[in-house]
């Protein structure tokens, strides 16, 4: 009886730290993140963001990398300052740079 409660145990860990290990590869995805910059940006970053932003296709990945943490950390930005900052605040390091490489590869 208690190897059957053991077994069962595993195989709900097993099958929870695969739900969480693939829902942190998503997080990282860039292609799957711009998903949500795309409204403003465009689908290959061609337009400038609610006629205030910058044509983010233009930017290198450094560029994008500085400007983002920036917004997250408030010292970069004018106009859009405030709704980047909101609209990025989740993202972590690694979110960045997988947005900003994919961000940099519409120039390719």
Same mark, same amino acid.
């Not at 709900?12 to 990282?28: E, F, H, K, Q, Y």
């Given at each position: 009886?208690?190897?059957?409660?053991?077994?069962?145990?595993?195989?709900?860990?097993?099958?929870?730290?695969?739900?969480?290990?693939?829902?942190?590869?998503?997080?990282?995805?860039?292609?799957?993140?711009?998903?949500?910059? *795309?409204?403003?940006?465009?689908? =290959? %970053?061609?337009?400038?963001?609610?006629? $205030?932003?910058?044509?983010? +296709?233009?930017? !290198?990945?450094?560029?994008?990398?500085?400007?983002?943490?920036?917004?997250?950390?408030?010292?970069?930005?004018? *106009?859009?300052?405030?709704?980047? =900052? %909101?609209?990025?605040?989740?993202?972590? $390091?690694?979110?960045?740079? +997988?947005?900003? !490489?994919?961000?940099?590869?519409?120039?390719?």
């Amino acid at each position: 009886m208690k190897t059957t409660m053991i077994i069962k145990t595993l195989k709900s860990l097993v099958i929870a730290g695969a739900i969480l290990g693939s829902s942190t590869l998503l997080a990282n995805d860039g292609a799957t993140l711009y998903n949500k910059c *795309a409204g403003c940006h465009g689908a =290959k %970053g061609e337009k400038v963001a609610l006629g $205030k932003g910058k044509v983010i +296709a233009d930017m !290198t990945e450094e560029e994008l990398n500085i400007s983002m943490n920036g917004y997250i950390a408030g010292t970069y930005g004018g *106009a859009m300052k405030g709704l980047m =900052k %909101g609209q990025i605040a989740n993202f972590s $390091k690694d979110d960045i740079k +997988a947005v900003s !490489t994919h961000i940099a590869s519409f120039k390719k």
